[in-house]
């Protein structure tokens, strides 16, 4: 098992970029998380797929903001266009039944926008 | 609107020492509870979970208890150790997601 997979590790972009985060969930895994950590605000949960299907995506701060999961092994957030504001480190998730179980995190992306 | 808190916000003791992290939520209707341990630059490594029907929860030196009534979870660590040192964060499952608390940043000294 290798675990939650996300890349790149860190990215470092200007203003006004998109940005592409990329997450392997856990195979047999059927929810998959993304959620944004900041040291003011905590983790927050941005949006969450449940059979590859987005159930939620409440937190999901603007339109800049999209995420898809076009299959069970893999997902995507992408922001266009990034702004400063946006630097944060964003977290991938996978559980095998949403919160009723317990989450696997991948290491993080830190993103910062310059 | 679901809310998870924990005090204190950092907290440094000796090694050896018995200690307590508290969290509070204010969602009554939950269903289980949620610890994980965060080491710098790293993810969240999952420690335990209650589920809304018990207790506690045990795994080696790491307790972690449920109060509902009061809307209160602790995780007692047992003779810390300096490789405790971490941030602990604590989840509130009300249905299918979790909401997280800010976590309290653990320090244990040699």
């Known amino acids: 098992d290798a675990g939650v997979i996300q890349s790149p590790r860190h990215e470092v972009t200007e203003m006004g970029q998109e940005v592409t985060l990329r997450c392997k969930p856990i195979?047999?895994?059927?929810?998959l998380f993304w959620y944004r950590q900041t040291m003011m605000r905590g983790l927050e949960l941005l949006i969450y797929?449940?059979?590859?299907?987005?159930?939620?995506d409440s937190g999901m701060p603007e339109d800049r903001f999209s995420a898809k999961m076009p299959n069970a092994s893999f997902s995507t957030l992408k922001i266009q266009p990034s702004e400063p504001r946006d630097s944060a480190v964003y977290f991938c998730?996978?559980?095998?039944?949403?919160?009723?179980?317990?989450?696997?995190f991948g290491n993080g992306t830190r993103l910062t926008v310059t | 609107k679901q809310e998870v808190t924990q005090i204190p916000a950092a907290l440094s003791v000796p090694e050896g020492e018995n200690l307590v992290l508290n969290c509070s939520f204010t969602?009554?209707?939950?269903?289980?509870l949620q610890w994980f341990r965060q080491d710098p630059g790293k993810g969240l490594t999952s420690l335990l979970l209650?589920?809304?029907?018990?207790r506690e929860q045990t795994s080696g030196r790491l307790n972690a208890s449920l109060d509902k009534s009061s809307g209160r979870s602790t995780l007692y660590i047992a003779a810390s150790q300096p490789g405790d040192s971490a941030t602990y964060l604590c989840?509130?499952?009300?249905?299918?997601?979790?909401?997280f608390g800010k976590g309290t940043k653990l320090t244990v000294n040699p």
């Open positions: 998730a996978s559980s095998p039944t949403g919160g009723y179980s317990p989450l696997h």
């Open positions: 195979s047999g895994h059927n929810s």
């Open positions: 797929f449940n059979n590859n299907v987005p159930i939620d």
């Open positions: 969602d009554s209707a939950i269903y289980n």
């Open positions: 209650i589920q809304s029907s018990q």
């Open positions: 989840a509130q499952g009300g249905s299918e997601k979790l909401v």
